[in-house]
């Protein structure tokens, strides 16, 4: 099994909501990530997992919460958010290497609205 | 500040050759990775370089010469389904990876 897998597909959200986007890897990957991408524009860095501990956070506001229950999964909490936060949120996997080669598999992502 | 830059658009016919350049400045570095992703995809792995020097995998080659910070991608034999966006990214930090800007490559038949 070579897949990640992200749900929902799509969110829409108010700024009151709080929501939750998951992410699900197989692959015995220890390092999990969390990506956000607007349209024609690179993937951004949200928040680094390393053997199930966070390793880093690129200056991400506190409305977003990263959880990681176990080595095959990865929660992105979402609360308060704002229309600006609208995106793609991807997730991504690979084998926890301390430098070097790093392979990332992706997600599909989450397509969030924000209204 | 970490910045790679890329050619935003890059337009070529079927069987031709492409390079899409990257130049990086990156406080550390690891290597170079290129990423394919079509319009609504996830982006793909294609090819990873940390020493000088080309790497061919099938009708992609990467370049990496890390004394100019500056690496290439070559497609050849371009097919209709190699149009999408194409970004190079520098390992940094073991597992940090910094995306470059994109080029959307646009092939024609």
């Known amino acids: 099994d070579t897949e990640v897998t992200q749900t929902p597909k799509h969110l829409v959200m108010g700024m009151t909501n709080k929501k939750s986007l998951k992410c699900e890897q197989h692959m015995g990957h220890r390092a999990m990530y969390w990506y956000k991408q607007k349209a024609k524009k690179p993937p951004e860095l949200m928040f680094v997992y390393s053997y199930e501990k966070l390793s880093i956070n690129e200056s991400v506001p506190s409305r977003f919460s990263p959880e990681c229950p176990n080595s095959s999964l990865l929660n992105l909490h979402l609360h308060a958010l704002q229309p600006e936060d609208s995106a793609l949120y991807l997730c991504?996997?690979?084998?926890?290497?301390?430098?070097?080669?790093?392979?990332?598999?992706f997600g599909p992502g989450t397509r969030l609205t924000v209204l | 500040g970490q910045s790679l830059e890329q050619p935003s658009e890059v337009t070529a016919v079927e069987g031709a050759i492409v390079q899409i350049n990257c130049t990086y400045q990156?406080?550390?570095?690891?290597?170079l990775s290129w990423y394919q992703q079509h319009d609504g995809g996830a982006p793909t792995f294609l090819s990873y370089n940390a020493l000088d020097g080309l790497e061919e995998t099938g009708r992609f080659s990467s370049f990496l010469s890390r004394s100019d910070s500056y690496g290439y991608l070559l497609l050849q034999e371009l097919q209709m389904k190699d149009s999408a966006s194409y970004f190079c990214?520098?390992?940094?930090?073991?597992?940090?990876?910094?995306f470059g800007t994109g080029t959307r490559l646009l092939v024609s038949p």
């Open positions: 991504a996997s690979s084998q926890d290497e301390v430098s070097g080669y790093n392979e990332q598999f």
């Open positions: 990214a520098v390992s940094s930090e073991g597992q940090k990876l910094v």
């Open positions: 990156t406080s550390g570095f690891y290597g």
